[in-house]
Structure formats: C-alpha cells, structure tokens
C-alpha cells in the first residue's frame, strides 16, 4: 500500500520533548492513575523501564533518523537498503536482532500506550478529564501504529527494490509515514494537525498526556 502523505519538516525531540513529570508513587495511584503511569513513566519490559510513550516517540526518532540518512544519496541502493533496514527495526524490532534502535519498536511501544491510557479511561473512579484525554492519546498512538505498518510495508519493498530510482521513489513515501508517525500531519489542510484519526501522531499523544497529568495533579 502506498502512503499519499506530503513530507513535512520534522518538529523534532524538543516539541514531543520528554513529558517532565514527577513519577507517580505506588502508595496512592489510582488504578486509573497506575495504567497512566505506564504510558508516561515506567512499564516492565521497556529499554530502562521507561514509559510506553517516551518509548515509542524515542523509537520513531531512529526511524525518522534513518529515514532521512537512507535519502542521503538516492543512487545508492544498497546505501539506502542498509538505512532502511535500520528504520524497519525501530519500528518492529522483531525485523531484526541488532542495529540502531532500542529494541522495543514504535508498533509495540505505541500500540501499548494506547492500551493502558484506555484502560486508564475505563477504570473505576476515572475523572471525566481523563477519560476525554484518554480518548486523543489512544486515538493518536493509534495512528502511529497504522502509519507504522504502512511504513513497515514500504520498507519491505524497498529492501526488495533491484533499481535505485525505484527506491529512492519510495522513499520518499516511507519519511514521509516516518514523519507522520512523529509529529502527525495536517490531512484535512486546516493548517493545524489535532489528535484526530488520520491526523494525530505521537507529538500530539505526549501533548494531550501532559495535560491529562496536570489535570490530574501528576505534573511535575
């Protein structure tokens, strides 16, 4: 499947940022409060134990990376096959057993952090606040992981691509999904990119926990 998207100039680490918050102590989480705290700051598992989603925005950062090293020299093909080989593994880390990335990858890490903030939504005492955050969190992790899969193919692809022209065209979709999956995309030219389906990506996942958190009293 082909992606349509239009590459945009990425916002970078300093917007999604890391989200700055004071981890959540186990003597007084909520149930509601303790599936947050796996989204924003620790889940068994993750590289250092970090969030589910500090770990796949660190994750789609590689891909992004590596996306745009691959575009480098679009008449290399074994250049850019190396590259996106690279990107396929930080986005599903099952691709490969080493190379750049954390070893967790974007579909994991995303698909995770939309889980448990839905759990968090759906647990007993759950403020209103939460649950309509938990809503555009979910839905913009969401998003990731498709774009994820729709960049996964394309990689595949290139990796199979035997004429350099022929990669670099695909490539050009594949940063494109990479740059969506990380800072979303303006589908509907409003000029703005909300958390919406189709629109939202990891960048607007962190925003919308951050204030969930302060919402919540969890801010740092």
Avoid at 190 to 208: C, F, K
Wanted: proline letters at 3%; a negative charge; charged letters at 20%.
């Amino acid at each position: 499947m082909r992606s349509t998207l239009t590459a945009r100039p990425a916002l970078g680490l300093a917007l999604i940022g890391l989200i700055g918050t004071t981890p959540i102590s186990a003597q007084d989480t909520s149930p509601a409060h303790t599936h947050i705290g796996h989204v924003s700051d620790g889940f068994r598992g993750t590289p250092d134990r970090q969030g589910l989603l500090p770990t796949a925005v660190a994750e789609a950062e590689i891909a992004l990376r590596h996306a745009t090293l691959a575009a480098g020299d679009a008449s290399d093909l074994e250049g850019m096959q190396r590259h996106v080989g690279h990107v396929a593994r930080a986005l599903d880390a099952s691709t490969s057993e080493s190379g750049p990335g954390l070893g967790y990858g974007v579909l994991v890490a995303a698909g995770r952090a939309a889980q448990h903030i839905s759990l968090a939504a759906r647990s007993e005492g759950a403020s209103d606040g939460v649950k309509a955050h938990a809503t555009h969190i979910a839905t913009a992790a969401n998003n990731a992981v498709t774009n994820a899969e729709a960049a996964l193919e394309l990689a595949s692809q290139i990796q199979e691509a035997t004429e350099a022209s022929e990669a670099a065209e695909l490539l050009e979709e594949l940063t494109a999904l990479c740059e969506a999956i990380l800072n979303g995309v303006d589908a509907d030219e409003d000029g703005r990119t909300g958390w919406q389906e189709g629109e939202g990506g990891l960048s607007q996942a962190t925003q919308h926990l951050t204030l969930l958190m302060r919402g919540e009293g969890l801010g740092g």
